[in-house]
């Protein structure tokens, strides 16, 4: 029932991107925008959580050797947060 509902709520969102769309730049504007943002509703609604579900819950592969994908591996030491600190904060 939830995915009908997004299925139509991608053309009702389309529909008004295309309503204001016109009123503001005209019909070819808005026929352009419409085509661009229905995919791209359907595309963040459908695929990347289909994406998402193949990957097994996980967005990115770690680089670490035999960790988990997508965990994260903290620094070791506390030199080694105190230089990444630094290297992250901007100098004025």
Same mark, same amino acid.
């Given at each position: ?25 005209? +019909? ?7 085509? &661009?943002? @229905? %995919? /791209?509703? !359907?595309?963040?609604?459908? $695929? ?14 770690? +680089? ?7 965990? &994260?591996? @903290? %620094? /070791?030491? !506390?030199?080694?947060?105190? $230089? ?9």
């Amino acid at each position: 029932m939830t995915i009908l509902g997004l299925a139509s709520l991608v053309p009702a969102l389309a529909g008004v991107v295309f309503v204001i769309t016109d009123l503001m730049f005209g +019909s070819v504007g808005a026929v352009v925008v419409s085509l &661009v943002m @229905a %995919p /791209s509703f !359907a595309g963040l609604w459908f $695929a990347l959580p289909l994406l998402y579900r193949r990957n097994g819950g996980y967005w990115s592969r770690s +680089s670490t050797p035999g960790a988990r994908p997508g965990s &994260v591996t @903290a %620094p /070791s030491d !506390a030199e080694e947060t105190s $230089a990444a600190y630094f290297a992250m904060t901007p100098v004025e």
